[in-house]
């Protein structure tokens, strides 16, 4: 008795057994039923083959499909998770360099790192700095457990090649402090702490590398600080002008901007600091928002969506405007 033989004799409707179904189409959903089932991805009462027999086989073949979708979904999913090199490896350490998020989440669990968290918590998320600004991180994992906890995993950021070839930015131990940055620690570099790293671990610090794809439409006109300001508790931040290298929204290729302390104060979209504008600190633009005149966007503010905020506005702490046009007024925190 062949396979359709046995489907007509058991089944207590005519479709699986009808000349509408192909023996290689049973055999296909039959063999990827059973897949699903021993995966438990099809749980009881479902995973009964012959509860299916008594129903039309077109209901069985789009349930089959249905989780055998989910079964794709957690697969991409893990190995989403697993893309990661291994750049470098002793007896002291593993250096890994995360492909996508979630690879990156998995690594830096137990971390404060916010390359490594979603944004929610407040933090840049990995597309602001590695899909958007390029940037590359490596993490570095130790293998003993003799090593201080909070040293157990460092992440080191290198920025992308318009910064220099192989241009460390920054170093992060396990609880988000900086152990070293290239401009400066509470105005010190902290190179002590760096070259304990490569003493500790015995990493040719020449292993990090750019690898990733500056994809910015802007860059900072000079390395050169054009100016500095300070924010709302004194903190002083150098400023650099900003061009833009491609066209996009009304900017144009080669055109002169406003001003930032960092690349990752401006984020995807046709966002642009216009004018004698300012965005510092951990002011953040994105979407179509524009910054014009002598605005100033600072601390945790977040500028979005179709928002123009121009003339001597100046916005800053944990405020978050989307599609508001604001022409002039001083706006913090808990302002109404």
Known sequence: MNFKQYIRENSTTDVWGSDKVSDDEIKKYVKLFKTLKDEQIIKPPYNDIYMWLKKFFGEFKKFVDEHNKKRESREESKEKKTKADVVFENSKCIVYLPKTYEASAKLGTGTKW???????????SWEDYVD????????IISKSDDVDE??????????????????????????????????GVD?????????????????????????????SKFKLASLHSDKSVKDDNGKEYNLYRIQAIKDFGDVREGEMGGYVSNTNNIGKGNCWVYDKAMVYGDGFISGNAKIKGNARIHGDAHISGDSVISGDADIAGDVKIVDKNIRTGRIRKNAK
């Open 150 to 183: 909070k040293y157990r995993k460092i992440a080191v950021i290198v920025m992308p090649s318009e910064f220099g070839t192989h241009k460390i930015h920054s170093v992060w131990s396990a609880d988000n402090k900086a152990m070293y940055d290239m401009y």
């Open 187 to 215: 105005g010190q570099p902290h190179l002590s702490e760096i070259n304990w790293i490569w003493d500790t671990f015995d990493i040719n610090r020449n292993i990090f590398k750019t690898v990733n794809t500056f994809k």
């Open 114 to 124: 916010c390359i490594s968290a979603r944004s929610e918590r407040g933090c840049r």
């Open 132 to 139: 958007i600004n390029g940037v590359t991180p490596y993490y």
